[in-house]
């Protein structure tokens, strides 16, 4: 069983706020068996503008439909079951340690290592079987693959770019396996 997942933040440190997590559980063969989309209230905030003009999460907005940490950690639980998963993301260990700066550890429910598409693809590169001057971000990537779609209007979502870094993993499993 798989499970993928991608988050939005309000940056790139462990001391910033997870905004938004989405996860899918997959079977053996990566068809969805279902979702989880939070979306996380936070009694402070640790903002860094440019992470909230890059995910477009306006904070005032957010508040009002997002439930608190503990109420979040409770669906986790319920939604993972008793079951580990292995963990398919892009730059995924970002993700699990933000998950957990945040009080939201989810490493009793996954295994290691990560399947990580940014991993995989910067291997690819050094192997000189992707271009040197690709960029690694998931959206160039997938246009490369012509993995998608890919929505600039949707990117930075957390539903969005897990379900794209699954379909860019179906699409690079032939060179991981």
């Known amino acids: 069983m798989y499970l993928a997942l991608d988050t939005e933040t309000t940056g790139l440190t462990n001391l910033c706020n997870v905004l938004t997590v ?15 989309d939070l979306k996380i209230k936070h009694d402070k905030y640790h903002v860094y503008t440019k992470a909230l003009e890059i995910n477009k999460i306006n904070l005032v907005e957010h508040d009002k439909t997002a ?3 503990e109420d ?43 399947i990580d598409t940014f991993n995989i693809c910067r291997k690819l590169k050094q192997e000189q079987k992707l271009n040197e001057k690709q960029s690694l971000s998931l959206g160039k990537l997938c246009y490369y693959f012509g993995v998608g779609p890919v929505s600039c209007e949707n990117l930075h979502t957390s539903e969005h770019d897990t379900r794209l870094s699954v ?11």
């Open 167 to 177: 379909e860019l993993f179906k699409h690079l499993k032939e060179f991981v396996l």
């Open 72 to 114: 979040a950690i409770i669906k986790m639980k319920e939604f993972f079951g008793s079951v580990t998963y292995h963990v398919i993301g892009h730059n995924v260990k970002f993700d699990i340690t933000i998950l957990k700066s945040n009080g939201m550890d989810i490493n009793t429910y996954i295994k290691t290592p990560y």
């Open 67 to 69: 439930i608190s940490k």
């Open 22 to 36: 989405y996860f899918i559980i997959l079977d053996e063969n990566l068809n969805e068996i279902k979702t989880l």
